[in-house]
């Protein structure tokens, strides 16, 4: 019996394998944003930390972006989104420990939150420039 692909000609194994890194890391930091915002309301915050909460992420995602495209361009890009995916999930964890285990304070969850955004950053830019690179020329 033949087998058949669902995906198109274009989509090999490496572009297939960069949307599901690209689509987990975009669940995962756009779901701990979320994650963070009930966080902090639990802990009694107000509407104004949970925009403080989110700016913390926000604002490093802003600041690093050119930064990220940089060191994309001069590095493996496949070893900055492992690295910042690294950061993500470390910072993500280590939020979560925080919330899971007592009284997270503001000042911990913008922390926390503001390293996350840096990872986004990073794995960004270096996401981006790989595409070109996992669909053949000639596609």
Wanted: charged share 10%.
């Amino acid at each position: 019996m033949p087998t058949t692909t669902r995906r198109p000609a274009w989509a090999g194994r490496n572009y297939s394998l960069l949307t599901a890194a690209a689509v987990v890391t975009n669940l995962g930091s756009h779901g701990a944003l979320v994650a963070a915002a009930f966080a902090v309301l639990e802990t009694g915050g107000d509407s104004g930390d949970v925009g403080l909460v989110a700016a913390a992420r926000t604002l490093p995602l802003v600041l690093f972006l050119l930064i990220g495209g940089a060191v994309a361009d001069r590095l493996p890009r496949h070893h900055v989104m492992v690295a910042a995916n690294a950061l993500n999930c470390l910072s993500q964890a280590a939020f979560a420990a925080l919330v899971l285990t007592g009284e997270p304070l503001l000042w911990q969850m913008m922390l926390l939150a503001a390293l996350g955004g840096t990872g986004q950053a990073f794995f960004g830019p270096a996401a981006e420039g790989m595409l070109m690179s996992s669909v053949d020329g000639e596609q």
